[in-house]
């Protein structure tokens, strides 16, 4: 299995712009999580789904976040607009109910003039 | 709420030394614990779990963790360290298996010196 897969893998944005991080979770896995990482906070979790169902958001920091999953293979977080606070990097991770070990992809390393 | 305190924030020792990184956490029942690693530029990868049994759990890449419930800790450790194993290490906690939310400790970076 080619792993979880995130896109793009840098991004370079002004502060303003929208910004659309992408995930594709390890086929079959019917959880995903999107966490993110800065050096005052460490990793947090953003939001995770269930079968595409968002179960938690409580970690999205405002309404500038959002994230989709419209089908079990894809998933996006959309930050609109972008401010230079938001330069982190931006990990995905996907599993199966049964499962008991998450798997991360290669993160989106974000940064927001 | 969970919460995991990695004491160390960096850590230096010698090639061939062994190696101990602490984890605490704070969770009411017994959790489901995890360590990872990130090499720079890099996502997570798991190198050991501990969910019940066996307080010694091994992992990959010849690390292995004891799990002590009467000190909230679950350290990390390796008898021989290698260049390779210059990285950033991650605590997790978690309320259930794979399926829930980890919480994670601000994490351990490791350095090796010849």
């Known amino acids: 299995d080619a792993g979880v897969i995130q896109s793009p893998r840098h991004e370079v944005t002004e502060m303003g712009q929208e910004v659309t991080l992408r995930c594709k979770p390890i086929s079959g896995h019917d959880y995903l999580f999107w966490y993110r990482q800065t050096m005052m906070r460490g990793l947090e979790l953003l939001i995770y789904?269930?079968?595409?169902?968002?179960?938690?958001d409580s970690g999205m920091p405002e309404d500038r976040f959002s994230a989709k999953m419209p089908n079990a293979s894809f998933s996006t977080l959309k930050i609109q607009p972008s401010e230079p606070r938001d330069s982190a990097v931006y990990f995905c991770?996907?599993?199966?109910?049964?499962?008991?070990?998450?798997?991360f992809g290669p993160g989106t390393r974000l940064l927001v003039l | 709420a969970q919460s995991v305190t990695q004491p160390d924030i960096h850590i230096t020792v010698s090639e061939g030394a062994s190696l101990e990184l602490r984890c605490n956490y704070s969770?009411?029942?017994?959790?489901?614990l995890f360590w990872y690693v990130q090499s720079p530029g890099q996502g997570l990868q798991l190198l050991l779990k501990?969910?019940?049994?066996?307080?010694l759990v091994q992992g990959i890449k010849g690390f292995e963790a004891e799990f002590k419930r009467s000190q909230s800790s679950f350290n990390l450790r390796k008898p021989s360290v290698h260049w390779s194993d210059a990285a950033e290490y991650f605590c997790?906690?978690?309320?259930?298996?794979?399926?829930?939310?980890?919480?994670f400790g601000k994490g351990t970076r490791l350095s090796v010196i010849a």
């Open positions: 997790a906690v978690g309320l259930n298996s794979g399926n829930t939310p980890l919480v």
């Open positions: 969770y009411g029942a017994t959790p489901y």
């Open positions: 789904f269930n079968n595409n169902v968002p179960i938690d």
């Open positions: 501990y969910f019940s049994g066996d307080t």
């Open positions: 991770a996907s599993t199966l109910d049964r499962e008991e070990t998450q798997y």
